[in-house]
């Protein structure tokens, strides 16, 4: 059974940074894709980052230059590194996790999801 336990939210000024993690576990090995999804109150969820089995990532376009994925392999963990943070960004922050996608940054392409985890950005 696969399980995907976020971390690493809270609140934070703006221009601060904050570092998400999501734990994965059930996977048999490192071979699946991962990516960062955020949804604030009203809208839409959207697809912030995302890093394939093959290493390559995609970003939004919002965040792209500010938000960087990761993924430790060793330790089945994948982190979303948040600089330059702005009111914008302020959204419930999920991660999403499949062993295969076809558009990295589209809900409908992950099985996968963890609970969330909260981040706001005051200006």
């Known amino acids: 059974q696969v399980q995907l336990v976020e971390s690493g939210g809270g609140s934070v000024q703006a221009g601060g940074s904050l570092r998400l993690s999501c734990a994965a576990s059930?996977?048999?090995?490192?071979?699946?894709?991962i990516a960062w999804f955020r949804q604030a109150p009203g809208k839409e969820r959207e697809g912030v980052a995302a890093?394939?089995?093959?290493?390559?990532?995609t970003y939004a376009d919002s965040v792209k230059g500010r938000f960087t994925i990761s993924k430790d392999n060793a330790k089945n963990t994948s982190y979303l590194q948040m600089s330059s943070l702005k009111p914008e960004d302020t959204a419930m922050y999920y991660c999403?996790?499949?062993?295969?996608?076809?558009?990295?940054?589209?809900?409908?392409?992950?099985?996968?999801w963890g609970q969330g985890t909260q981040v706001t950005v005051s200006s």
């Open positions: 999403a996790a499949d062993v295969w996608t076809e558009e990295p940054l589209a809900p409908r392409d992950y099985m996968y």
């Open positions: 059930g996977f048999p090995d490192s071979r699946y894709s």
């Open positions: 890093i394939e089995r093959d290493g390559s990532t």
